[in-house]
């Protein structure tokens, strides 16, 4: 498989990976990233404003937003899950998601180096859908950036689509998870579970398949999905300076 050498944009597609020359990928008008040490669980973004954030997140999560890909389905060093980075990037005017995307993924080989490829595999996973008795969330507006937080046993997370919840229980379980429920909109929710599955779950509580289908309306069902995998071969520990 031949590798894509960033800084070229890479458009992230269900078909033949594209690439745009350097010299039309888009680009941030101006660009920081710096290292978090708070400390903190929670990690928020915002790709729809003025200017692109992130913040505390791993780079398994930024890449995971900047190529449209689950956490499982990227293939990475175990080191890109532990420093946490803030970004912010100035966008130029009229600029649309797809664009901000690119503009994520020129950043990222800019400043970490980064290089990948694209596979594809069939796997044993999950399609999230409507349970039976049907969604017990509502849509809220959708103002301002997406939240999340995923400390053992629960799930927080604002203004998310069902496709991202989808992406997100996937990294949980470590298990390719697509959204399969067909729904728009974007939703605010806390859910709470065991951690663990099977003899190795801990505490009395429900099970995070159990507590999904009891607490959101949601179900996970067991499927072979294919997958599209997005495989790391060079990315630095640390970036270059602003």
């Known amino acids: 498989m031949q590798s894509l050498y960033l800084p070229v944009a890479v458009i992230c597609a269900a078909g033949p990976l594209l690439a745009q020359s350097d010299t039309t990928s888009p680009r941030f008008e101006v660009a920081s990233i710096k290292l978090n040490t708070s400390n903190e669980t929670g990690s928020s973004n915002d790709l729809g404003a003025a200017e692109v ?3 505390n997140y791993v780079l398994r999560g930024i890449m995971d937003t900047a190529f449209r890909i689950s956490d499982q389905n990227l293939v990475a060093p175990d080191w890109m899950s532990g420093e946490r980075f803030d970004i912010s990037g100035k966008v130029p005017p009229g600029s649309n998601l797809e664009q901000r ?3 994520l ?3 990222l080989a800019e400043r970490f180096g980064l290089v990948v490829h694209r596979e594809q595999k069939l796997r044993p996973g ?3 859908v409507i349970a039976k008795h049907g969604l017990k969330m509502q849509p809220v507006e959708n103002t ?3 939240i999340n937080d995923f400390p053992p046993g629960r799930i927080h997370m604002e203004r998310a689509e069902l496709a991202h919840v989808a992406d997100s229980l996937g990294g949980i379980l470590r298990q390719p ?3 399969g429920t067909a729904t728009g909109g974007v939703y605010s929710f806390t859910v709470t579970y065991s951690p663990g599955l099977g003899e190795s779950k801990t505490g009395d509580g429900p099970s995070i398949f159990t507590a999904l289908e ?3 309306g949601l179900k996970l069902e067991p499927r072979k999905i294919p997958v ?4 790391v071969d060079h990315c630095a520990k640390m970036p270059t300076e602003n």
Not at 228 to 231: A, I, M, P, R, Y
């Open 177 to 179: 998870v697509v959204d």
């Open 144 to 146: 301002g950036g997406h």
């Open 126 to 128: 999950f399609a999230l």
């Open 214 to 216: 009891e607490q959101l």
């Open 228 to 231: 599209d995998v997005l495989v």
């Open 101 to 103: 995307r690119q503009m």
């Open 53 to 55: 954030t992130f913040r």
């Open 105 to 107: 993924q020129a950043l």
